[in-house]
């Protein structure tokens, strides 16, 4: 990735997203609202139908497509966490759907006519360690009885479909922690007010995450996907394809902090010379670039692998990992290298650093990540 890839993908991305400048994303932070025109335009456009197959009527490109798109919206300043999910979740129905599922649902994802941009896996008693959810899905006839809870599920209130995985064996009487798990696909407009309660989180960035009540919600058995039992290891292949497109975001992130920290450093004159001709603002910059561009280089590595079918769980992690710990580190410095006026909304730093510092946490904890490597790559015994 340091050759652009998919030039004419950047190209076009960086168009739209000239028409969303910061002053549209600085109005949206402060009244906690969705970018629903932004979210709209990618949609008219075909990017967030990237890796939805011709078939289906999206554009059947791979993973590397789809980094370019969500890199160059990050780059530009603005934010994909309002609709990432769009271009990944569909993939739980595109491997594992029937085909009935596949022609009902993907031709109305890839035009926007229904939003598959929802996630419900995590719980607030299980966190990371996913096989101690304890949502129960209790099949009754030609349906599925669903309680339980669920919390930091984004865009719940903007999506039509929910991936929601939940337990239809309990822990204590399957073989394997990670079995006994399934996939339902929950019609969220017929959900909510019949069984399913939506409460928006506040939190320091904007990004319409939530908590899911589930109190005897109905959802029909024909909305399973794939097999009961099965579905931890459905949503394990969405969950290397989500920290891979997340690690493209930070690498667009580093890139806007070191594009807006870099020309700021030329622009900023004090003690009579530009702020950038010195060494202590310079260096800064200078690692910022190096950690990024190594950086981008093991995202692309990790895309490749997913797009050739490959297993690519560690390398996914290890993406995810340097790539936001590059972006952490460039905004860091972008924000002391414009010094007072970061802190100032009008010059988007201290939003993107706010947004950017999610990653360090989210889909997965950087603890995690080492923790995964320790033990998976290096032999290292188990620590939990």
Known sequence: MTQESFPEIREAVRKLCARFPGAYWRELDRDRAYPTAFVQALTEAGFLSVLIPEEYGGSGLGLRAATAVLEEIHRSGCNGGACHAQMYTMGTVLRHGTPAQKEAYLPKIATGELRLQAFGVTEPDAGTDTTRITTFAKKVGDKYVV????????????????????????????SKPSDGMSVLLVDMNQAVGNGLTIRPVRTMLN?????LFFE?????????????????????????????????????????????????????????????????????????????????????????????????????????????????????????????????????????????????????????????????????????
């Open 207 to 211: 990004h319409a995450t939530t908590e």
């Open 147 to 174: 309680s339980g809870r669920k919390i930091w599920i984004s865009r719940a209130e903007h999506s039509d479909l929910m991936v929601l995985l939940c337990r239809t064996t309990p822990r204590d009487q399957v």
């Open 216 to 384: 005897d919600l109905e959802v029909p058995a024909e909305n399973l996907v794939g097999q009961e039992g099965k579905g931890f290891k459905y949503i394990l292949d969405g969950m290397n394809a989500e920290r891979i497109l997340i690690a493209s975001e930070c690498i667009g992130d580093a890139r806007f902090f070191i594009d807006r920290a870099s020309q700021y450093a030329k622009d900023r004159v004090v003690f009579g010379r530009p702020i950038g001709e010195n060494q202590g603002v310079q260096f800064p910059l200078a690692r910022a670039y190096v950690q990024m561009t190594s950086a981008s280089l093991m995202v692309d590595r990790a895309a490749e692998l997913f797009e050739a079918g490959e297993p690519c769980g560690t390398e996914a992690n290890m993406a995810k990992l340097v790539a936001s710990e590059a972006s952490w580190f460039a905004a860091d410095m972008a924000l002391q290298t414009h010094g007072g006026f970061g802190f100032a909304e009008e010059y988007d730093i201290e939003r993107k650093f706010r947004e950017t510092r999610l990653y360090q946490v989210a889909p997965i904890s950087t603890n995690l990540i080492l923790s995964h490597v320790a033990t998976h790559v290096l032999g290292q015994p188990k620590s939990f």
